[in-house]
């Protein structure tokens, strides 16, 4: 369960791999239409090759890449089982007459 940044009420949001559901969600209290977050935890991902490079210099070293791969990996799927969700954010329409301000008049 996520919370409407709108209303604070609580949100049913689907499986993450479900983009129909995520598509359609909307708080049942104030009819807000939200999407997800995206993860933050994708941050560290780029953190793992280099880690396996090192990994190659020592015993040591190579723990450590294991570890932050796995705690990673676990967080990437923490954050993609518990969303966090926002206002979906519509974008502008588009205007059917086109004023010409800046052109020349007649």
Do not use: Y
């Not at 949001?13 to 995520?22: A, C, K, M, R």
């Not at 890449?65 to 966090?84: G, R, Y």
């Amino acid at each position: 369960m996520a919370k409407c940044p709108a209303c604070g009420h609580d949100v049913r949001t689907p499986l993450f791999l479900n983009l129909d559901g995520w598509s359609h969600l909307a708080c049942t209290q104030c009819k807000a239409r939200l999407e997800m977050k995206p993860p933050r935890s994708f941050v560290l991902g780029p953190l793992i090759a280099p880690l396996f490079v090192l990994a190659r210099q020592g015993r040591v070293f190579e723990v450590i890449a294991f570890v932050f791969m796995f705690v990673t990996i676990f967080l990437v799927l923490l954050e993609s089982l518990h969303p966090e969700v926002r206002l979906r954010k519509r974008p502008l329409p588009k205007p059917a007459i086109r004023l010409n301000v800046d052109g020349p008049s007649n």
